[in-house]
């Protein structure tokens, strides 16, 4: 066993004292990742706390959806059955998505290297002396994800009726169809919602990893295809679902506190 200072040493692993023998520039994936999640992560905060500017008629924020708490008028499609909650709506329901997204296989990986550097990219040493793996807490607790992946399917269903929603006429109800900017970003939101939700390995497993015989049972083995190709653009959906959701929430966040107008079609 090695003595040095980079990597975690241990009696099975290569005794090269080098942080790397790589000469790309490795450290760009990581850095992006940290940068952008990040980046997120401070809006996403601000945004959960802030408990204002959520609800620009007929568009509720996806980080409020649904509103339980002591919400503004006309934002509560469900009811406020916690309108004692003290603190933002937002905090009610965010734990759920929230949990769903930390505990994703591929989420697992990208802040694992950009932010604890364990490790930082392929054949890069790691700075931690030690290495227990999901084994203990808190990160056993990533063994969650399967049961979280049961409630995501839910938030993509909800996310799906408020897109619906953005249809509806502000003045009119349903008499007159509302068309607008944030009708279309809400719609594709929860078509990015659905893909990321539906690519899920957790699905994939859920749908017909478990089969012995797919020819008994070709329904679920169809899923399991279809699941599977989803599978393969994972990383991509989850990527592209993180920016939907800031965009239509920056979006009804600037209608809302007067910024700018809803660009309507009809």
């Not at 990893?209 to 169809?222: E, I, N, Q, T």
């Not at 920016?243 to 309507?264: E, H, K, M, P, Q």
Request: with cysteine; glycine share 6%; proline share 6%.
């Amino acid at each position: 066993m090695t003595t040095g200072t980079t990597g975690v040493h241990g009696p099975t692993r290569a005794s090269i004292e080098e942080k790397t023998l790589r000469t790309d520039r490795w450290w760009l994936s990581p850095l992006t990742t940290f940068v952008v999640f990040g980046a997120f992560v401070v809006y996403a905060t601000f945004r959960a706390f802030q408990g204002s500017d959520y609800y620009a008629p007929p568009y509720l924020s996806p980080f409020y959806s649904p509103c339980l708490g002591d919400c503004v008028k006309g934002s509560s499609d469900f009811g406020q059955p916690f309108d004692w909650w003290p603190l933002s709506a937002a905090l009610i329901v965010l734990i759920f998505p929230l949990g769903f997204r930390m505990t994703c296989y591929y989420y697992r990986k990208a802040y694992y290297r950009a932010f604890w550097l364990s490790p930082p990219a392929c054949a890069v040493a790691e700075p931690h002396s030690a290495y227990s793996g999901e084994t203990r807490f808190p990160l056993i607790l990533q063994n969650a994800h399967r049961w979280f992946w049961y409630v995501a399917v839910l938030f993509a269903v909800l996310l799906t009726y408020d897109a619906i929603l953005g249809f509806r006429d502000e003045n009119a109800e349903w008499n007159g169809i509302h068309m607008g900017l944030g009708t279309l970003l809400m719609l594709v939101n929860a078509a990015l919602i659905w893909l990321y939700t539906l690519s899920c390995h957790s699905c994939r497993h859920i749908v017909g990893g478990r089969l012995r015989h797919f020819s008994k049972h070709p329904v679920r083995y169809r899923m399991w295809t279809l699941v599977s190709k989803l599978n393969g653009s994972h990383p991509r959906y989850a990527w592209y679902s993180l920016f939907s959701i800031a965009i239509v929430d920056l979006y009804i966040f600037l209608i809302a506190n007067g910024t700018i107008d809803d660009l309507r079609f009809f």
